[in-house]
Structure formats: C-alpha cells, structure tokens
C-alpha cells in the first residue's frame, strides 16, 4: 500500500505567518537609517535576537523593527539632511534646555489647536 501512496498535501506549503513588507525587514530597516543611527539599530537588534533565543519570545524584536522601522520611514520621507537637522535640534534642546529657534512656544500651539478645534 505504500508504494500506491501519492504525495500528500503538505498542510504547510503557505506559511501562516504573514510575510513582511520589503520595507520593513531587518535588511532593509538598517539600509535606509542613517549612519549614526545604523549602528545603534545593528545593536539593539543583535539584543533583542538574543533575548528572543532564550526566552523564545520575539516580542522584543518586532518592537526593535516597529521602532526603527518609523525611523527609517521618516528620514527617507523628510530626507537625511533634514533628518540630520532634527537630531541636531533635538540633542541641543536636551543638553540646553532650550527650544530650537523658529519654534512656535507651547501658548502658540494650544491656541493652534484651540482654533482647529473651533473653541
């Protein structure tokens, strides 16, 4: 009766795990992230696989990716100079407490959305 045995349908030929968009794979992620930003990627996601190795639990690494990825996306949407900018601005702002120049003050943004909001 085994030789009469056709190949049976394999149950997993699909997997049931969805594949990822091109843009968000580990690969992809560090390719368009920055240079000061790719290495910072590259560790905290070589931590996170570890983590998940021996906890069997990837949970750590689909927050690295969903982090960085959103990073990726907005330096390719704004572009690297403008993002470059942004880190700048933010890195003075921490270290002197003070707003980038040309930023409307936290009045001038509550009364924007006060206005947006028709009150």
Do not use: C
Not at 14 to 22: A, D, G, H, N, Y
Not at 97 to 113: C, H, N, Q, R, Y
């Amino acid at each position: 009766m085994v030789g009469d045995m056709t190949a049976a349908v394999n149950p997993f030929s699909e997997s049931p795990v969805p594949m990822l968009p091109p843009d968000t794979s580990p690969a992809a992620i560090r390719d368009a992230l920055i240079d000061e930003e790719r290495a910072e990627f590259e560790r905290a996601y070589q931590e996170a696989m570890v983590e998940a190795a021996e906890t069997l639990d990837l949970s750590r690494v689909l927050d690295v990716l969903r982090d960085y990825h959103r990073i990726a996306w907005l330096t390719q949407r704004q572009g690297v100079e403008a993002h470059r900018r942004m880190l700048k601005n933010v890195a003075h702002a921490i270290r002197t407490g003070e707003a980038p120049s040309g930023s409307a003050s936290a009045e001038d943004v509550k009364a924007l959305i006060r206005k947006r909001l028709g009150e």
